[in-house]
């Protein structure tokens, strides 16, 4: 499929810009640079591991041209390299797998990147002043320890391997450190906390039925599960049950949102409100559509603003998606952001697979995590984030309770998996901070940062987001962004 713009080529990662990167190796439409042999399904580049057009720079193993460790160390294909490779028919390898970075005081984390601290020097740490203690093999690192430590003695790991103080660190499932709660350390790198719903560290605190410790009645309240709470709770073998429901909050003049959180504004008292002066239809139901088609800040007349260039059927059933997740933006700059990135990676809405499929399916067959691809599965991006790599893929599919490491297609054929594989993805990398502060460049910088930001290779596709952006946002009445939105 061609770009919109006839002046613009379709890059091997199904991407439209202009350059050696979008027209040259593996260009599949457009004004390409180099030969190119179309088969079937895919576009096969009649030469391998191509040049830079910039001497200086290095081609990655990703098939990007630039400078520095990330594009000349591990997997380089051409230029300067500064690890040694072969080259085969139609990719190369390199015969090290854990390069050490260009500064020597850094080090290479679990996933490829070089800097400084526990998050690259710590659990998994392939190469450099790592701290903890790793196996090299042919091409991977392992490491043999599931629970390192912090560089500050003081902080705790968290389950879900962060460095910080405080019960969300020390205390349930902490992992190392001088943790608060007794746990129990499996062989597999895991964390099993020997008691459940246990105390938080403070005692005048409440452990919320998201295991979270604080005061008030979204701690206290319904479904509190350890502390002094509120209300009466019946605890389970692994699970704790609120003996009332729709409960008000402790402000009258409060809504209890569909979340179980107490608030004022659309977002608590509009659809789904359980309990307080309640503005719209109250539901106990997975709906998040109030009656006249809106969700938030989102309705038709702003949806068809944003995504102006697909027919109303289309559009019709895309909002029907996004109103089956029961998501909500917090107000209009998380609602520009988000949809400005969803129109950005689903060339608004036309698509929700990337355009270089199925051929492209190879290129995402790597996984950095234990998790390996389904055999004749294809995890390139689908959905509205264009989710892409089999780790992702069965997270995603661990956290939404659906197995789509074996049914990927899930992702592009169901409406509402479209977007809630996008929602995960959005919270799952502390997207919606920056986002409901209308801080677009935090965002791109956890969506494509090693691309697109700091004049990457990626930078003019970067800039195509950021105008998308600064559309969207006129459809909210917003103005200008007030944060710088490049990266």
Same mark, same amino acid.
């Given at each position: 499929m061609a770009c919109p713009d006839s002046?613009?080529?379709?890059?091997?990662?199904?991407?439209?810009?202009?350059?050696s990167d979008y027209c040259?190796?593996?260009?599949?439409?457009?004004?390409?640079?180099?030969?190119?042999?179309?088969?079937?399904?895919?576009?096969?580049?009649?030469?391998?591991?191509?040049?830079?057009?910039?001497?200086?720079?290095?081609?990655?193993?990703w098939g990007y041209?630039?400078?520095?460790?990330?594009?000349?160390?591990?997997?380089?294909?051409?230029?300067?390299?500064?690890?040694?490779?072969?080259?085969?028919?139609? @990719?190369?390898?390199?015969?090290?797998?854990?390069?050490?970075?260009?500064?020597?005081?850094?080090?290479? @984390?679990?996933?490829?990147?070089?800097g400084t601290g526990s998050d690259y020097c710590g659990d998994g740490c392939q190469a450099g002043p790592c701290m903890g203690t790793t196996t090299t093999t042919s091409s991977?690192?392992?490491?043999?320890?599931?629970?390192?430590?912090?560089?500050?003695?003081?902080?705790?790991?968290s389950k879900w391997g962060y460095c910080g103080t405080g019960s969300d660190y020390c205390g349930d499932g902490c992992q190392a450190g001088p943790c608060t709660e007794t746990t129990t350390t499996t062989t597999s790198s895991?964390?099993?906390?020997?008691?459940?719903?246990?105390?938080?560290?403070?005692?005048?605190?409440?452990?919320?039925?998201?295991?979270?410790?604080?005061t008030g009645s979204d701690y206290c309240g319904d479904g509190c599960q350890g502390g002094p709470c509120t209300e009466t709770t019946t605890t389970t073998s692994s699970s704790t049950t609120t003996t009332g429901v729709n409960l008000s909050c402790s402000d009258p003049t409060q809504c209890r949102s569909k979340w179980g959180y107490c608030g004022t504004g659309s977002d608590y008292c509009g659809d789904g409100c359980q309990a307080g002066p309640c503005t719209g239809t109250s539901e106990n139901n997975n709906g998040s559509a109030s009656e006249n088609g809106s969700i938030g800040v989102i309705d038709n007349s702003t949806f068809a603003c944003v995504f102006n260039t697909i027919d109303s059927a289309l559009r019709t059933s895309r909002f029907n998606g996004l109103k089956a997740t029961g998501w909500t933006p917090v107000n209009k700059d998380e609602a520009a952001v988000f949809l400005a990135h969803v129109f950005h990676e689903t060339d608004g809405?036309?698509?929700?697979?990337?355009?270089?499929?199925?051929?492209?399916?190879?290129?995402?067959?790597?996984?950095?995590c234990s998790i390996s691809s389904a055999p004749g599965k294809s995890y390139y991006g689908r959905?509205?984030?264009?989710?892409?790599?089999?780790?992702?893929?069965?997270?995603?599919?661990?956290?939404?309770?659906?197995?789509?490491?074996?049914?990927?297609?899930?992702?592009?054929?169901?409406?509402?998996?479209?977007?809630?594989?996008?929602?995960?993805?959005?919270?799952?990398?502390?997207?919606?901070?920056?986002?409901?502060?209308?801080?677009?460049?935090?965002?791109?910088?956890?969506?494509?940062?090693?691309?697109?930001?700091?004049?990457?290779?990626?930078?003019?596709?970067?800039?195509?987001?950021?105008?998308?952006?600064?559309?969207?946002?006129?459809?909210?009445?917003?103005?200008?962004?007030?944060?710088?939105?490049?990266?």
């Amino acid at each position: 499929m061609a770009c919109p713009d006839s002046s613009q080529c379709l890059s091997k990662w199904g991407s439209c810009g202009t350059g050696s990167d979008y027209c040259g190796d593996g260009c599949q439409a457009g004004p390409c640079t180099e030969t190119t042999t179309t088969t079937s399904s895919s576009i096969t580049t009649t030469g391998v591991n191509l040049p830079c057009s910039d001497s200086t720079q290095c081609r990655s193993k990703w098939g990007y041209c630039g400078t520095g460790s990330d594009y000349c160390g591990d997997g380089c294909q051409a230029g300067p390299c500064m690890g040694a490779t072969t080259t085969t028919s139609s @990719s190369t390898i390199t015969t090290g797998g854990s390069l050490l970075c260009s500064d020597p005081t850094q080090c290479r @984390s679990k996933w490829g990147f070089c800097g400084t601290g526990s998050d690259y020097c710590g659990d998994g740490c392939q190469a450099g002043p790592c701290m903890g203690t790793t196996t090299t093999t042919s091409s991977s690192t392992i490491t043999t320890e599931g629970s390192l430590p912090c560089s500050d003695p003081t902080q705790c790991r968290s389950k879900w391997g962060y460095c910080g103080t405080g019960s969300d660190y020390c205390g349930d499932g902490c992992q190392a450190g001088p943790c608060t709660e007794t746990t129990t350390t499996t062989t597999s790198s895991s964390t099993t906390t020997t008691g459940v719903n246990p105390p938080c560290s403070d005692p005048t605190q409440c452990r919320s039925k998201w295991g979270y410790c604080g005061t008030g009645s979204d701690y206290c309240g319904d479904g509190c599960q350890g502390g002094p709470c509120t209300e009466t709770t019946t605890t389970t073998s692994s699970s704790t049950t609120t003996t009332g429901v729709n409960l008000s909050c402790s402000d009258p003049t409060q809504c209890r949102s569909k979340w179980g959180y107490c608030g004022t504004g659309s977002d608590y008292c509009g659809d789904g409100c359980q309990a307080g002066p309640c503005t719209g239809t109250s539901e106990n139901n997975n709906g998040s559509a109030s009656e006249n088609g809106s969700i938030g800040v989102i309705d038709n007349s702003t949806f068809a603003c944003v995504f102006n260039t697909i027919d109303s059927a289309l559009r019709t059933s895309r909002f029907n998606g996004l109103k089956a997740t029961g998501w909500t933006p917090v107000n209009k700059d998380e609602a520009a952001v988000f949809l400005a990135h969803v129109f950005h990676e689903t060339d608004g809405l036309k698509t929700m697979r990337e355009y270089c499929a199925p051929g492209c399916g190879s290129h995402y067959s790597g996984s950095w995590c234990s998790i390996s691809s389904a055999p004749g599965k294809s995890y390139y991006g689908r959905g509205w984030f264009q989710l892409s790599w089999p780790c992702n893929y069965h997270n995603a599919g661990k956290s939404l309770g659906v197995d789509l490491l074996a049914d990927p297609d899930k992702v592009e054929n169901d409406p509402k998996l479209a977007v809630s594989t996008a929602l995960w993805f959005y919270n799952a990398n502390g997207m919606a901070a920056p986002a409901q502060r209308g801080d677009f460049a935090a965002t791109t910088r956890i969506i494509n940062g090693a691309l697109e930001c700091n004049n990457g290779s990626g930078y003019s596709s970067q800039l195509t987001r950021v105008e998308t952006y600064k559309r969207v946002r006129q459809c909210f009445n917003l103005g200008q962004p007030s944060i710088n939105p490049i990266c």
